[in-house]
T-cell receptor, first 107, second 115 residues
Framework: SQQGEEDPQALSIQEGENATMNCSYK?????LQWYRQNSGRGLVHLIL?????REKHSGRLRVTLDTSKKSSSLLITASRAADTASYFC???????FGAGTRLTVKP | DTGVSQDPRHKITKRGQNVTFRCDPI?????LYWYRQTLGQGPEFLTY????????KSRLLSDRFSAERPKGSFSTLEIQRTEQGDSAMYLC?????????????FGSGTQLSVL
């Protein structure tokens, strides 16, 4: 079964706006990772945050981690139409993915 | 690195038939994972290998499913007596490459349709 839950399940925004996706997990983590999946394709790694980190940045991506709440958030700033995809969090400890957030960025 | 490759890309079979999928991980990766994904859902964990040892297997994986990784290189996933509920995308991933030890690299998947 999936141990992570993403929120929201679907998000639709205009190009240039920011997109925030949240993930909750149930078991402990060594690290938490975020992946992106374009329709019908394999997943691509975006960013990794370790259990002793609280925030990490990579380009237009910002991820936060709150281990006390067992949650993480992924922020994509200045979104582009090409960011349209599904985004999943991944618990490296139990190797489970969340249900995903389907992001649509309208041009 | 040529990436993770999966074969075939698509498989159509009749209910009750056996199917086998192959995954070639990135060379030097010692970890290999199998996931199953249905439309609109996240990948479901099936099983995990470290080298040739199968270290974890999901309870979702019934007796009809078996996976192997002989010699710690490529892996095969076999489904016996397929059922319509087995229709899904089967994803393979590998990890363990020096410098990217904890990132998973995915193949493009095998889309299975059971008629």
């Amino acid at each position: 079964s999936q141990q992570g839950e993403e929120d929201p399940q679907a998000l639709s925004i205009q190009e240039g706006e920011n997109a925030t996706m949240n993930c909750s997990y149930k078991t402990s983590i060594n690290n938490l990772q975020w992946y992106r999946q374009n329709s019908g394709r394999g997943l691509v790694h975006l960013i990794l945050i370790r259990s002793n980190e609280r925030e990490k940045h990579s380009g237009r991506l910002r991820v936060t981690l709150d281990t006390s709440k067992k949650s993480s958030s992924l922020l994509i700033t200045a979104s582009r139409a090409a960011d349209t995809a599904s985004y999943f969090c991944f618990n490296n400890n139990d190797m489970r993915f969340g249900a995903g957030t389907r992001l649509t960025v309208k041009p | 690195d040529t990436g993770v490759s999966q074969d075939p890309r698509h498989k159509i079979t009749k209910r009750g038939q056996n199917v086998t999928f192959r995954c070639d991980p990135i060379s030097e990766h010692n970890r290999l994972y199998w996931y199953r994904q249905t439309l609109g859902q996240g990948p479901e964990f099936l099983t995990y290998f470290q080298n040739e040892a199968q270290l974890e297997k999901s309870r979702l994986l019934s007796d009809r499913f078996s996976a192997e990784r002989p010699k710690g290189s490529f892996s095969t996933l076999e489904i016996q007596r397929t059922e319509q509920g087995d229709s899904a995308m089967y994803l393979c991933a590998s990890s363990g490459h020096r410098g990217d030890n904890e990132k998973l690299f995915f193949g493009s998947g095998t889309q299975l349709s059971v008629l």
